[in-house]
């Protein structure tokens, strides 16, 4: 279990806490929802959430498989819906991994992403096209 601990400072603006590190990061509503964009907003944090979820993920298999990926990234381009009300409507995701990993642990790492933690919790309704690029 990890506690966090979040705080409205005003003007759309919160922190959050990390109990166990007490790291803070802190989030501002967007500019199309009455916010100044100043930082993530609280569904950039989920967008973000998804995408280093999957990296680490993958991260876990290939070490277990003794695959190395360092250097790898991830790309999410967060799409809000606004009907039937205003939530996540789509997260699209690049992969990119390097070129020299085998052929046949490629679905490995690929099957590994898509089982991420936080991909498992979104709600269906929302679109998670993922796309792998082997550098």
Same mark, same amino acid.
Request: aromatic letters at 0%.
């Given at each position: 279990m990890v506690e966090i601990t979040c705080a409205y400072e005003g003007q759309l603006h919160c922190t959050a806490k990390h109990g166990p590190s007490g790291s803070v990061i802190a989030t501002d509503a967007p500019v199309d #929802?009455?916010?100044r964009g100043e930082a993530f907003s609280p569904t950039d944090l989920v967008a973000t959430a *998804? /995408?280093?979820c999957m990296l680490t993920t993958v991260a876990i298999v290939a070490e277990r498989h003794k695959i190395e990926i360092k250097g790898a990234t991830a790309k999410v381009m967060k799409i809000m819906a606004t009907q039937p009300t205003r939530r996540i409507g789509e997260l699209a995701v690049e992969i990119h991994l390097p070129a020299g990993i085998p052929q046949d642990q490629r679905a490995r *790492?690929? #099957? /590994?992403a898509q089982a991420c933690p936080v991909h498992r919790s979104l709600h269906p309704d929302v679109k998670i096209p993922v796309t792998f690029h082997w550098d």
């Open positions: #929802n009455m916010g *998804l /995408a280093t *790492l690929e #099957n /590994a």
